[in-house]
């Protein structure tokens, strides 16, 4: 619990620096105040130059548009029944005989563990724990690329990886992305950019998934546009008066809090 103005101030400007941008909502739910103390903080910090506010109330970082990398082990945690719901959502468009593809990140991860029952499934991944979180499942083959392994998203990277993934065809892979703009999907490491981008062009469909704390956010290094993208699964739709979602209204959007895993499709431009 929170003891006093300063230090909960502090907590939420290292929350802001972690996530980005924070909701009145999660500002009581985290740091055990009201929604009168949360808007008086936020106040305090955006006269202090630290935030700047948002529509709805919240707010986001004001340091930079830019967004640290998160250890895996650091960030799995973090919205996890949120990744779990999109996770599910996710394996529930995999079919028997698919090829499918899984980057790194934390929703892959999930969305691998929800394959673990499924039967003649091949899953191509250069994420090293995915791989050995389906090692023990006989019915589902698994290609692990080669590279250098990146040990904050145990990625594997590099020419090594990119050689084997020139030699595959896949149906439909699944990319975690670290930040979803306008500009479109983003990521903290070169290598994993590039890995991402050759995963794209082997593959028939391809399917960012990403919980609502991405949104708005970009990190260093772009990945793709939205236009080149199949679908996108997140766990709620974006209001769609902001700039990412009037964006992603033009790509397919499978969202875990509708009643059906139907989707929504806008008119691609």
């Excluded at 969305?111 to 006989?138: F, G, P, Q, S, Y």
């Excluded at 590099?158 to 065809?169: D, F, I, M, R, S």
């Excluded at 991405?214 to 997140?234: D, P, R």
Aim: proline share 1%.
């Amino acid at each position: 619990m929170t003891r006093n103005k300063s230090e909960r101030q502090e907590q939420v400007l290292a929350y802001l620096e972690r996530y980005g941008s924070i909701t009145l909502q999660e500002m009581t739910d985290n740091f055990d105040c009201s929604e009168a103390t949360a808007r008086r903080d936020l106040d305090d910090l955006e006269k202090a130059g630290k935030v700047i506010r948002t529509m709805g109330g919240g707010a986001k970082y004001a340091a930079s548009g830019l967004i640290r990398e998160v250890p895996f082990r650091e960030k799995q945690h973090a919205s996890y029944r949120e990744k779990e719901a999109i996770a599910n959502l996710a394996a529930s468009l995999v079919e028997e005989g698919d090829v499918i593809g899984l980057t790194g990140g934390t929703t892959t991860f999930l969305i691998a563990k929800a394959l673990k029952k499924r039967r003649n499934i091949t899953v191509v991944t250069n994420a090293v724990n995915i791989a050995m979180e389906l090692a023990d499942c006989e019915d589902l083959q698994i290609v692990l690329t080669g590279g250098v392994l990146r040990n904050r998203s145990f990625e594997l990277c590099g020419p090594l990886a990119e050689q084997t993934v020139k030699a595959l065809n896949i149906h439909k892979m699944f990319m975690g992305v670290d930040g979803v703009t306008g500009q479109g999907v983003s990521t903290y490491s070169e290598l994993e950019a590039n890995i991402a981008n050759l995963l794209i062009q082997r593959s028939k469909l391809t399917i960012a998934v990403f919980d609502h704390t991405k949104v708005g956010k970009s990190s260093l290094f772009h990945v793709a546009g939205l236009q080149e993208l199949h679908a996108c699964i997140t766990d709620k739709r974006p209001d769609e008066t902001s700039e990412e979602g009037a964006a992603l209204a033009g790509v397919k959007l499978y969202a875990a809090e509708d009643d059906s895993d139907s989707g929504r499709e806008g008119d691609r431009t």
